[in-house]
């Protein structure tokens, strides 16, 4: 797998590429600035890129800004965000062209290193990995149209924010897997979510998670 | 203006003119006592009394002139020297602090020219719109009365029926004249006080340095207590997480050959300190200067601030560039302590925040449809703002009715800086 990676910082530059390598993702290229990201992403078309927030040269936030903007350009294009603190608002920014194949965890993330490179391989595929500190942020609101849903049905969305399976959710709620299915089932009625893959309706009911 | 709003703020300085003159004449026996009160500061005992005593009516009256005179546009700020240390009325200390202040002096100096001022624009200010009513009545009051008139406006003697109609016109113009001129006469009084009640530029130099001294120390203190705590969060905290990381990691070191299984524990358990000592990090910096603020100024981290809430919490926000960063740190600190305040206290079902730039000042308004009846001075959250604030020369006031809506609106005295960098974010 095809990895561009984006950090500032050498050390934790090194030590990404060293993690990611030593678990078969072959880096192509590893930038330390936001100006060059853009045209790596553009150029190399990863299968997936790891992207610090906030990078040289003003030090804001560049690094989300050129991953939303690769993925104006490249669709799609799997990008996990790493950051020292996570804000709803830039998971929602992440999320609003609807297209999935997106993560963003707080850079703690990395020290649990399977759980870390799994996340990488489920943004490379498609699928959603929220920060389960960005997931607790948003618990205290209730606010149509999550007002409608149950207290376990808020819990199984913001799971699966965070990207797990139905069978991790079942195992994490002490519950059984068809009572899993029929909470998504519940959550996708009732945000009236149009039918489509499984997959992409997740990511719709995780935005409407956000944006609530 | 709509023609509603040109006739109720004249209707309004018409009462204003009313007012004017028996507070005129209050003057006058407010200046006699003056007099006296002065003649006997040397009489022991009653002097001392007399005189503050005298001098407290005289300030009421002063004090009320210059109210008077904001409402007519013209702020007139209070000019008096702060007592230095309480001092009770009839003492040396409380007489000498009035007797050296230039403002006493100045509002004995008013009393009279203020009197003949206000006395002679409130009576131009009732007597124009006076004689327009006689004229619209002429008719009606002169065949009641009978030809008692000889004349109006500009046709003297009035001689028949035709001439006595052309007074009504005259007289509706002359009213229209009065009420529209009437603001701007109590303004011309408003100003001819404003030359000896507001305040000279020496004593507003005191004024503003004895504030700023009052500010500076708040500011100086309100640091230091920061400095404090963050050195402590760190010391009790990230610090010593560290060395017991540093602890284990070197005992899983030592461990590593003789007993793999236990090493490995020891590990895991260092991964997890790491990532504790990282929680606190983010907290104390969260607190320090929050990251989002950095990243996206004061705008982008109000919406995340506000996207957090379990209030729903509406941001408008037209602020053209990025504020110096010292102010969006107060001004971020500022909103955010009204919108603890509001998730507190208010029971709202909805929230709001506007933040926007007159080209002087930044303002912030946050305003909630809860219950209402915030007070100021029983919460400590108002006071902090209000102190914040103050450092940059900035204000806060407050409007919360019970039964709501709750309303804070804070400013911040400051210039745009550079360009935005990021392009803004979609709402909250």
Same mark, same amino acid.
């Given at each position: 797998?095809?990895?561009?990676?984006?950090?500032? /910082?050498?050390?934790?530059?090194?030590?990404?590429?060293?993690?990611?390598?030593?678990?078969?993702?072959?880096?192509?290229?590893?930038?330390?600035?936001?100006?060059? /990201?853009?045209?790596?992403?553009?150029?190399?078309?990863?299968?997936?890129?790891?992207?610090?927030?906030?990078?040289?040269?003003?030090?804001?936030?560049?690094?989300?800004?050129?991953?939303?903007?690769?993925?104006?350009?490249?669709?799609?294009?799997?990008?996990?965000?790493?950051?020292?603190?996570?804000?709803?608002?830039?998971?929602?920014?992440?999320?609003?062209?609807?297209?999935?194949?997106?993560?963003?965890?707080?850079?703690?993330?990395?020290?649990?290193?399977?759980?870390?490179?799994?996340?990488?391989?489920?943004?490379?595929?498609?699928?959603?990995?929220?920060?389960?500190?960005?997931?607790?942020?948003? /618990?205290?609101?209730?606010?149509?149209?999550?007002?409608?849903?149950?207290?376990?049905?808020?819990?199984?969305?913001?799971?699966?924010?965070?990207?797990?399976?139905?069978?991790?959710?079942?195992?994490? /709620?002490?519950?059984?897997?068809?009572?899993?299915?029929?909470?998504?089932?519940?959550?996708?009625?009732?945000?009236?979510?149009?039918?489509?893959?499984?997959?992409?309706?997740?990511?719709?009911?995780?935005?409407?998670?956000?944006?609530? | 203006?709509?023609?509603?709003?040109?006739?109720?703020?004249?209707?309004?300085?018409?009462?204003?003119?009313?007012?004017?003159?028996?507070?005129?004449?209050?003057?006058?026996?407010?200046? #006699?006592?003056?007099?006296?009160?002065?003649?006997?500061?040397?009489?022991?005992?009653?002097?001392?009394?007399?005189?503050?005593?005298?001098?407290?009516?005289?300030?009421?009256?002063?004090?009320?002139?210059?109210?008077?005179?904001?409402?007519?546009?013209?702020?007139?700020?209070?000019?008096?020297?702060?007592?230095?240390?309480?001092?009770?009325?009839?003492?040396?200390?409380?007489?000498?602090?009035?007797?050296?202040?230039?403002?006493?002096?100045?509002?004995?100096?008013?009393?009279?020219?203020?009197?003949?001022?206000?006395?002679?624009?409130?009576?131009?200010?009732?007597? *124009?719109?006076?004689?327009?009513?006689?004229?619209?009545?002429?008719?009606?009051?002169?065949?009641?009365?009978?030809?008692?008139?000889?004349?109006?406006?500009?046709?003297?003697?009035?001689?028949?029926?035709?001439?006595?109609?052309?007074?009504?016109?005259?007289?509706?113009?002359?009213?229209?004249?009065?009420?529209?001129?009437?603001?701007?006469?109590?303004?011309?009084?408003?100003?001819?006080?404003?030359?000896?009640?507001?305040?000279?530029?020496?004593?507003?130099?005191?004024?503003?340095?004895?504030?700023?001294?009052?500010?500076?120390?708040?500011?100086?203190?309100?640091?230091?207590?920061?400095?404090?705590?963050?050195?402590?969060?760190?010391?009790?905290?990230?610090?010593?997480?560290?060395?017991?990381?540093?602890?284990?990691?070197?005992?899983?070191?030592?461990?590593?050959?003789?007993?793999?299984?236990?090493?490995?524990?020891?590990?895991?358990?260092?991964?997890?300190?790491?990532?504790?000592?990282?929680?606190?990090?983010?907290?104390?910096?969260?607190?320090?200067?929050?990251? *989002?603020?950095?990243?996206?100024?004061?705008?982008?981290?109000?919406?995340?601030?506000?996207?957090?809430?379990?209030?729903?919490?509406?941001?408008?926000?037209?602020?053209?560039?990025?504020?110096?960063?010292?102010?969006?740190?107060?001004?971020?600190?500022?909103?955010?302590?009204?919108?603890?305040?509001?998730?507190?206290?208010?029971?709202?079902?909805?929230?709001?925040?506007?933040?926007?730039? $007159?080209?002087?000042?930044? #303002?912030?308004? *946050?305003?909630?449809?809860?219950?209402?009846?915030?007070?100021?001075?029983?919460?400590?959250?108002?006071?902090?703002?209000?102190?914040?604030?103050?450092?940059?020369?900035?204000?806060?006031?407050?409007?919360?009715?019970?039964?709501?809506?709750?309303?804070?609106?804070?400013?911040?005295?400051?210039?745009?800086?550079?360009?935005? $960098?990021?392009?803004?974010?979609?709402?909250?």
């Amino acid at each position: 797998m095809r990895v561009v990676i984006a950090e500032d /910082l050498a050390l934790l530059r090194d030590g990404l590429i060293r993690l990611l390598e030593a678990y078969g993702f072959e880096v192509v290229a590893a930038v330390d600035n936001g100006p060059s /990201l853009l045209p790596a992403l553009v150029e190399h078309r990863p299968d997936v890129a790891v992207v610090d927030v906030r990078l040289p040269p003003t030090f804001t936030d560049e690094g989300l800004q050129a991953a939303i903007a690769a993925r104006v350009e490249v669709p799609g294009l799997p990008v996990l965000v790493l950051s020292q603190h996570v804000e709803p608002l830039y998971a929602r920014e992440l999320l609003t062209d609807r297209n999935g194949g997106v993560g963003y965890l707080l850079k703690d993330r990395i020290a649990n290193v399977t759980q870390f490179v799994d996340a990488v391989r489920r943004v490379a595929s498609g699928g959603t990995a929220m920060d389960p500190e960005v997931v607790s942020q948003l /618990l205290a609101r209730r606010q149509p149209p999550l007002a409608a849903l149950t207290v376990r049905e808020r819990e199984v969305l913001g799971l699966m924010a965070e990207g797990r399976s139905n069978g991790a959710i079942a195992q994490k /709620l002490f519950i059984g897997d068809k009572a899993v299915s029929k909470h998504i089932n519940g959550i996708f009625t009732k945000l009236a979510l149009p039918p489509s893959d499984d997959d992409h309706r997740r990511v719709l009911a995780v935005l409407a998670y956000l944006n609530a | 203006m709509d023609s509603r709003d040109w006739i109720r703020d004249g209707v309004r300085a018409l009462a204003g003119g009313a007012l004017a003159i028996p507070l005129a004449v209050l003057n006058l026996p407010l200046l #006699v006592l003056s007099v006296v009160s002065l003649a006997l500061v040397l009489v022991p005992g009653l002097g001392m009394l007399l005189f503050p005593l005298v001098t407290r009516l005289v300030r009421a009256r002063t004090g009320l002139a210059r109210r008077l005179a904001g409402r007519y546009g013209v702020p007139i700020a209070t000019p008096y020297r702060v007592l230095p240390a309480p001092a009770r009325i009839g003492g040396p200390r409380r007489l000498r602090w009035l007797l050296t202040d230039p403002a006493t002096w100045r509002d004995l100096a008013w009393l009279l020219p203020g009197a003949v001022a206000g006395f002679t624009l409130g009576v131009l200010t009732l007597a *124009v719109p006076i004689y327009g009513v006689e004229g619209i009545l002429l008719i009606p009051l002169w065949t009641w009365l009978g030809g008692v008139w000889s004349g109006y406006g500009a046709i003297w003697p009035i001689q028949t029926v035709g001439d006595g109609f052309l007074s009504l016109p005259q007289g509706t113009l002359i009213l229209i004249i009065g009420i529209a001129a009437a603001p701007h006469l109590m303004q011309a009084t408003a100003h001819a006080d404003r030359l000896l009640l507001a305040p000279t530029r020496n004593a507003e130099l005191r004024l503003r340095v004895s504030r700023l001294t009052e500010t500076r120390a708040d500011t100086v203190d309100a640091q230091a207590a920061e400095l404090r705590r963050i050195e402590r969060d760190l010391h009790d905290g990230a610090q010593a997480r560290l060395v017991s990381l540093g602890m284990t990691i070197g005992m899983a070191e030592d461990m590593v050959e003789d007993d793999p299984a236990g090493a490995r524990k020891l590990l895991a358990e260092a991964r997890e300190a790491s990532t504790a000592a990282l929680v606190e990090l983010r907290h104390l910096v969260r607190g320090i200067h929050p990251p *989002v603020l950095a990243e996206r100024g004061l705008e982008g981290a109000v919406r995340a601030l506000a996207l957090a809430l379990p209030v729903p919490t509406e941001v408008t926000a037209a602020l053209p560039a990025r504020l110096e960063t010292p102010v969006e740190s107060a001004g971020y600190f500022a909103v955010a302590e009204a919108l603890a305040n509001l998730t507190r206290h208010s029971f709202a079902r909805h929230a709001w925040v506007e933040l926007w730039h $007159t080209g002087e000042s930044l #303002v912030m308004r *946050v305003g909630d449809d809860g219950l209402g009846g915030a007070d100021p001075a029983g919460g400590t959250g108002l006071r902090g703002i209000e102190r914040r604030l103050a450092a940059f020369d900035g204000t806060m006031s407050l409007s919360s009715p019970p039964g709501g809506p709750t309303v804070v609106t804070m400013e911040l005295p400051c210039a745009l800086s550079s360009p935005r $960098t990021s392009p803004s974010s979609g709402t909250a």
